[in-house]
């Protein structure tokens, strides 16, 4: 069980919009940032969302993140066919020395 | 554009060590990016193993720090992971990938590599 807490799916309709949560502690999202990645069936994970908020080049502004004390948000909206995946938060933690995932959140788009 | 492939035995055996090797391509190990090591079982999902830098720093897993060793081959352009005593829970997809110059994000992943503990 992950120490970052993450639901273990989520759907919506094409075109609609979909939250994925993040749960975690003040040594972990509560003081550091939290970034994003999505993982396509079969691909490697890539990064989505960074510094809590920021998109790297080329990631399309349907995706962003958010972060309010010790929890974090992806939200994607216009959701379209090609982003059904995997969505994997992830951050440092200061108690444990270590690089944390959560356990991964299953989009289905309907 | 920097990639990076994992290469490596797809089966060791129970009580082995298993080693996997990253090229980089495109860009220089001796950048100021940390090189990472990320495994991914169906079981626990996405586990970070540790990093390295070129000057020599390193961080890893504490679960897992007994068993492990990161290091780069500067002269090949390539780092490294040897993971010691190996079972069939260390069963997973490796994937190589870079920390960005800020050690918070990965920026950049290997394709993975599928390595099974087996005899």
């Known amino acids: 069980q992950s120490v970052l807490t993450q639901p273990p799916s989520v759907s919506a309709a094409p075109g609609q919009k979909v939250t994925i949560s993040c749960s975690g502690s003040?040594?972990?999202?509560?003081?550091?940032?939290v970034s994003w990645y999505q993982q396509l069936p079969g691909n490697a994970p890539k990064l989505l969302i960074y510094d809590n908020n920021k998109r790297p080049s080329g990631i399309p502004d349907r995706f962003s993140g958010s972060k309010s004390g010790t929890s974090a948000t992806l939200a994607i909206t216009g959701l379209q066919t090609g982003d059904e995946g995997d969505y994997y938060c992830?951050?440092?933690?200061?108690?444990?020395?270590?690089?944390?995932f959560g356990g991964g959140t299953k989009l289905t788009v309907l | 554009q920097v990639q990076l492939q994992e290469s490596g035995p797809g089966v060791v055996k129970p009580s082995g060590t298993l080693s996997l090797t990253c090229a980089v391509s495109g860009g220089s190990i001796n950048s100021s990016n940390w090189w990472s090591w990320v495994r991914q079982t169906p079981r626990k999902g996405l586990e970070w193993i540790g990093d390295?830098?070129?000057?020599?720093?390193?961080y890893y897993n504490m679960s897992l720090r007994s068993r492990v060793t990161i290091f780069l081959d500067k002269s090949k352009n390539q780092f490294s992971l040897d993971l010691r005593s190996v079972t069939a829970a260390d069963t997973a997809v490796y994937y190589c990938?870079?920390?960005?110059?800020?050690?918070?994000?990965?920026?950049?992943w290997g394709q993975g590599i599928l390595v099974t503990v087996s005899s």
């Open positions: 992830e951050t440092w933690d200061n108690s444990l020395i270590s690089r944390l």
């Open positions: 390295v830098h070129h000057i020599g720093n390193s």
């Open positions: 990938a870079r920390l960005d110059g800020s050690y918070v994000s990965f920026d950049l």
């Open positions: 003040s040594s972990s999202i509560g003081n550091n940032y």
